[in-house]
């Protein structure tokens, strides 16, 4: 029996008779550009860079880079990106936890503004842009203005992070689900949306970005609704990069392992039995360290 490779594949593929691949769009061309009343649009992509290192930035995404007249940039992205725009005028938007360079109705006045003068704007944004990246808002304002956009996504940090530390999020017989949130909003706050009572044993791995703030905190309420304090947890800091460094305790000590290590942020929390299998699975450090080792 003939099987078709495209069977199940996403829309675009859906109607295609089985067979040779089916002619390329022109890839180097943003998706769309506009008229409106007689005025020429611009467009805007919604561009994920990937977790850090330069390399994971999608084809897609690097050739509209190159093709930018705007890039609007967050604090996480690599500066060799950057240069892969040398004529396009670079706009810092970036943001760390505390300090917001621009304040998101500026950034989507920004990027609205400049497509209307029929520019095409690169919204250059770390890992994936709909991964805690507020690309969404970016794109309803988009839409409100009717701006053509579109979304490229990137390699979140949320899987990057582990998967260069040697931990694959779910593995046959250890993990069959995991899920990711943000350790910014915690149960304890009234308006805390993270409901980690529920998350403690809901799923096999939890992986937390934006956690390390509040790890103690979280650490507790996973053991206090049925998390075993022994569950092995790693901290992925500045994961992909040259810099990468990841810390290993469980839930019970986590947390003074990371003070003792000045760790700062950024920093993807994996929390689950996958943890164990970077003992044999560590190939971007040298080699791996037993649980409880930091480098
Ligand atoms: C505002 S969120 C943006 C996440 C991004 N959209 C993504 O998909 O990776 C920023 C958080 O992502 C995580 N992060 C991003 N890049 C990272 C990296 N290279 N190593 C470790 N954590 C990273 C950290 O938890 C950081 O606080």
């Given amino acids: ?18 067979g040779p691949a089916a002619p390329a769009k022109p890839a180097l061309e943003p998706r769309s550009t506009a ?63 505390s300090a917001h360079a621009l304040p998101q109705e500026q950034i989507n006045a920004l990027l609205v503004r400049h497509a209307r003068r029929g520019r095409r704007v690169v919204r250059l944004k770390g890992g994936d842009p ?23 996504p990137g390699v979140t940090s949320a899987i990057a992070a582990p998967a260069y530390a040697g931990i694959p999020l779910t593995h046959r017989g250890v993990a069959s689900s995991f899920a990711v949130v943000t350790g910014h909003e915690c ?12 998350l403690a044993t809901a ?17 507790r309420e996973l053991v206090a609704h049925g998390r075993a304090a022994a569950t092995p947890v790693a901290l992925v800091r500045w994961g992909s990069t040259d810099w990468q460094e990841t810390v290993v305790g469980t839930l019970a000590d986590i947390a003074e392992r990371a003070r003792r290590a000045r760790l700062e942020p950024p920093v993807v929390t994996v929390i689950g039995d996958v943890v164990a299998l970077r003992e044999r699975l560590a190939w971007f450090d040298e080699q791996a360290l037993p649980i409880g080792a930091v480098r």
Avoid: C, H
């Avoid at 029996?1 to 089985?18: K, Q, W, Y």
């Avoid at 507020?134 to 979304?151: C, D, H, S």
């Fill in 130 to 152: 709909f991964v805690f990246g507020r690309g969404g808002e970016e794109a309803e304002a988009l839409a409100r203005a009717r701006i053509p956009f579109e979304v490229v």
């Fill in 35 to 97: 008229s409106y009343s007689g005025v020429r649009v611009g467009s805007v992509a919604l561009v994920g860079a990937g977790p850090g290192d330069p390399g994971l930035i999608t084809v897609r995404g690097l050739e509209l880079l190159r093709r930018a007249d705007v890039v609007v940039y967050d604090r996480l992205v690599d500066r060799r990106l950057l240069a892969e725009a040398p004529r396009a005028r670079r706009i810092f938007a970036g943001k760390a936890s």
């Fill in 1 to 18: 029996m003939r099987v078709d490779p495209r069977r199940g594949a996403s829309p675009p593929f859906r109607n295609l008779p089985p």
């Fill in 187 to 198: 149960a304890s706050e009234s308006q805390g949306r993270v409901d980690w009572a529920r």
């Fill in 203 to 219: 799923v096999d791995t939890l992986v937390v970005l934006m956690g390390l703030e509040r790890l103690p905190q979280i650490a």
